[in-house]
């Protein structure tokens, strides 16, 4: 018989664990799941895990129906492509597209345990840019979720938050692209200036752009600091964050290819929906819809944004900046013979 003795858990301190890395009953769902309810029921989202946002919205204005075939642009957690899928059963199917190769396998096998075969689910690592090249068909319901997962911001690893110190990462997909530590140790000051206004509106442009880029940042925690140390407050923490993440991953390109391409992947009558977290975003978004529906593109647009609910608001506070517009595709015109 071996002795040699069991390896202990490791222990942290206090009552509750703090770091993400010690949270292991909520990163274990399967094992610990009334631990995780609790958390949930408290108002938190569990680490490692991701609460969809706007749900019943979406669902109310996709109206995804038994049959169709549904495009999940940002499948992340898989929470939006679990209610696509359910709505569009028995004879629908679901292409989910993904640029995060650390959690795509996760939520494939999340939802394949689900029952979701590959004969009406199918996951790809790829950035929807390039949707029109993928798509062998035109699509019924396109779906796009551009807020960050709770799996990425709780991750210090993935230098999203600044909650904890880790590495100024901030890339979608970690094995392709530059980290925001190196983008810093190139870029001038009159270009991060512009930089942060363009992708945050930060008021604060100039001021910070020169702070940061005297103190020579190489992780979270040190570029939250220099912004407060040059009178920032934690609004200007946040914005420089969303700045520099956006820039990392050419965000607004993606998006600005995306719509472009829009109306070529709808059918004719198809619903698209995207869920935008802050301005540049949204102003994107509303001017194309608008533009399609000057051009008969889009038969249908979102007039007013749709916001969640104050109970989803107080059960889950990430839902509080979210934005949810849609359009209708129209009808596409017969080429002349």
Same mark, same amino acid.
Request: hydrophobic share 40%; charged share 25%; proline share 6%.
């Given at each position: ?64 129906? =038994?049959?169709?075939? #549904? ?9 939006? *492509?679990?209610? &696509?899928? +359910? %709505? /569009? ?100 000051? =009159?270009?991060?200036? #512009? ?9 604060? *442009?100039?001021? &910070?752009? +020169? %702070? /940061? ?124 013979s």
């Amino acid at each position: 018989m071996s002795t040699e003795k069991r390896k202990r858990r490791r222990r942290y301190s206090g009552r509750n664990p703090k770091h993400f890395s010690e949270k292991y009953k909520e990163l274990a769902p399967e094992r610990y799941a009334d631990d995780v309810a609790s958390v949930v029921a408290s108002g938190k989202t569990p680490a490692g895990m991701h609460r969809p946002i706007m749900v019943a919205e979406i669902l109310e204005l996709l109206a995804p129906q =038994p049959g169709e075939f #549904a495009v999940d642009c940002t499948l992340g957690y898989g929470g939006h *492509a679990v209610a &696509l899928l +359910s %709505a /569009i059963h028995p004879g629908g199917r679901l292409l989910a597209l993904d640029l995060d190769p650390l959690e795509l396998s996760k939520t494939e096998a999340r939802l394949r345990s689900l029952g979701f075969g590959p004969d009406i689910f199918t996951a790809r690592r790829t950035n929807f840019a390039g949707l029109s090249r993928i798509l062998s068909e035109p699509a019924d319901i396109i779906l796009a979720d551009l807020g960050l997962s709770s799996m990425q911001l709780d991750n210090p690893e993935r230098g999203f938050t600044y909650k904890y110190d880790g590495p100024l990462d901030l890339r979608m997909n970690p094995q392709r692209g530059q980290p925001a530590s190196a983008l810093l140790s190139t870029i001038d000051e =009159p270009a991060l200036a #512009a930089l942060l206004m363009e992708n945050a509106d930060e008021p604060l *442009a100039d001021r &910070l752009a +020169s %702070a /940061i880029l005297q103190a020579r940042v190489l992780t979270t925690a040190q570029l939250a600091k220099t912004v407060r140390h040059a009178g920032g407050d934690e609004d200007c923490v946040r914005r420089v964050f969303q700045a520099l993440r956006i820039a990392v991953n050419d965000e607004f390109g993606a998006l600005d290819a995306l719509l472009q391409t829009l109306p070529l992947c709808l059918k004719t009558g198809g619903r698209v929906a995207i869920l935008t977290f802050h301005s540049g975003e949204d102003r994107r978004v509303k001017k194309s819809f608008q533009d399609g529906e000057r051009s008969g593109t889009y038969s249908q647009i979102a007039r007013e944004v749709v916001r969640a609910t104050p109970e989803e608001r107080r059960a889950n506070p990430r839902s509080r900046s979210a934005k949810l517009r849609w359009a209708r595709r129209g009808s596409i015109p017969q080429e002349q013979s």
